[in-house]
Each structure stands twice: as structure tokens, then as C-alpha cells.
């Protein structure tokens, strides 16, 4: 089954957070990849799933343009250097996560085998109509993908934990994504999923309550504070940009990212007590 978005950049996003948000962030990754190459940028979506009881629409200054799907993507992915996961892939399969960071465009859901790489920051919304590239984009503001980071983060910690029983929220941040980074050209996305929350609450009415809150400037209020902001953002190989691209999507980074990040990190204050002693030495 198809659902509905765009192409916006991909890549790791800068360090915005103080380190204490680095530790959990490690932990939640290290349940997402296995023995992920350090260096890998070329990414092999095998195969997709979703959640399709999760009907929403999209629209435009109040009108409704679009249906979709508010859920996460699951793939089945490998790493690789060529251009099918047969030729090309580095070790075994592993799971991804993906949050759509995009509107307008679409994949199919089951077999794929789609080359995606993550050449590329998120940096603009996706308003990719052409296919002359970055036609009518945006850019986005730091506090607009920082934002994104935390609730692709604490998305999938809820999806990890139990994607089953957590369904609903994850539909309020896929739907909040898509409205942090879209809200200011008039779009919004509302819920339309079926069935009671309680007795006097709606399905629908908790996932859009969910929505605005996540969405919000005061989003941390509903967001822990220990989930982090870094992400990888992947994009369809040399379709990133134009109205032929499928839709690219935000992750926890790999292990091995985090781990050469800390090292960096680790041997950035081994320098500088180092030098601390010498200056106290002279």
C-alpha cells in the first residue's frame, strides 16, 4: 500500500544537544542496527511495512488535498556499495525505522529495493512539484529540526517498545513531523482513525489533541527531555529534489555513528586535560 509525502535532505544533523542527551540517544540506537559499517552512506530499502490503520489527510489552508497514512515506515535495509542489495550489500539485513520528513510524494509498501544514500542535511521542507530541483522549497529554522530530532527519537522509543500498543502516538508525531515542517506554508494533517480512546474520547480526538501538543512551541512539555535531536535523514539515490523522488525519511542513527562521535568526543577532553596539566606544570 502506497502513502502520501515528499523529498526533504538527509544526513546526520548538527550537535544541538548537551551530552547528556547523547547517552540515552546511544542506548535507544543500539536496538535499531547491527554491526552497521562506520562509513556507510548507500542504504538498500529491501522491503516496507506500516501500520495502515492510521488514516489521516493532509490541507492546505483549511481544504483537504491529500489522504494519508501517519505511521512510521519499517524496513528491512542493508548497507552496501552497489546498486541492488544482491550486488552491492555489506553484511546482513537490519531494521530501520523511518519517519517521513516529507509530503507529496509516495512508496509502495511490501518489496522495494529502492538505493537511498545520506549525502544530504535536513535543511528545507519539501515542496518538490518539478522536476527541476528545489523548486518552491523552504528552509527550515534550527528550532524547526530540532524539533523533528526529538520526536523522531522519542517516536521510536514508543515504536521499539511496543509499536502495537503505542500506535496512536505514534501516528500524533508522524503527523506532528509533518506539520512542524510544513505549518508555515498554510498545511496541517488531522487524524481520521476510526473507534473510541474511552468513553467520552475518540480515536480521533486523542491523535489530533497529540498532534498539536507535539507540534506546539511547547512540545517538551510533552516530549522527555533525555531524547535527543541527532538524526540521519536518507533520500532516494539521484532522485533527491524533483517531483520522481520517493519520499526521504528521518532515523535514530546507527551505533557506529554514535560511537565515533563519543570517541571524538572522549579524546577532545583527554586533549584538553592534557593540557590543562601542562599549563599547571609550567
Excluded at 554491526?35 to 538498500?44: E, H, I, L, N, S
Excluded at 489552508?61 to 542493508?78: D, I, L, R, S, Y
Excluded at 550486488?87 to 509530503?103: K, M, Q, Y
Aim: net charge neutral.
Amino acid at each position: 500500500m502506497a502513502f502520501d509525502t515528499g523529498a526533504a535532505h538527509s544526513r546526520q544533523s548538527p550537535i544541538r544537544t548537551a551530552m547528556k542527551a547523547v547517552l540515552p540517544a546511544v542506548a535507544l540506537a543500539a536496538t535499531l542496527a547491527f554491526a552497521a559499517p562506520a562509513a556507510a552512506t548507500t542504504y538498500f530499502l529491501d522491503y516496507a511495512s506500516m501500520n495502515t490503520n492510521t488514516d489521516g489527510v493532509m490541507k492546505k489552508n483549511g481544504q483537504v488535498v491529500q489522504n494519508v497514512e501517519m505511521a512510521p515506515v519499517k524496513f528491512t535495509a542493508f548497507y552496501g556499495t552497489g546498486n541492488t542489495p544482491q550486488t552491492g550489500a555489506i553484511g546482513g539485513s537490519f531494521t530501520l525505522i523511518g519517519w517521513c520528513v516529507d509530503i507529496y510524494h509516495s512508496i509502495q509498501m511490501g518489496n522495494i529495493d529502492l538505493k537511498y544514500d545520506n549525502k544530504y542535511d535536513l535543511e528545507t521542507n519539501s515542496k518538490y512539484t518539478s522536476n527541476t530541483p528545489w523548486y518552491g522549497e523552504s528552509d527550515l529554522t534550527d528550532a524547526q529540526i530540532d524539533q523533528v530530532g526529538r520526536l523522531v527519537h522519542y517516536g521510536t522509543s514508543l515504536y521499539t517498545a511496543n509499536a502495537t500498543a503505542n500506535a496512536l502516538k505514534l501516528s500524533a508525531i508522524q503527523g506532528a513531523i509533518w506539520t512542524v515542517i510544513n505549518k508555515p506554508q498554510g498545511y496541517s494533517f488531522e487524524s481520521t482513525v476510526s473507534g473510541m480512546y474511552s468513553q467520552n474520547v475518540s480515536n480521533k480526538s486523542y491523535v489530533n489533541d497529540l498532534i498539536s501538543k507535539y507540534s506546539g512551541n511547547d512540545y517538551d512539555d510533552y516530549v522527555p527531555m533525555n531524547i535527543g535531536v541527532d538524526v540521519m535523514f536518507l533520500t532516494e539515490t539521484n532522485k533527491y529534489g524533483t517531483k520522481s523522488a520517493h519520499q526521504s525519511f528521518a532515523f535514530v542513527p546507527e551505533p557506529a555513528t554514535w560511537a565515533l562521535m563519543i570517541i571524538g568526543f572522549g579524546g577532545a577532553g583527554f586533549m584538553l586535560r592534557r593540557q590543562r596539566k601542562y599549563a599547571l606544570a609550567a
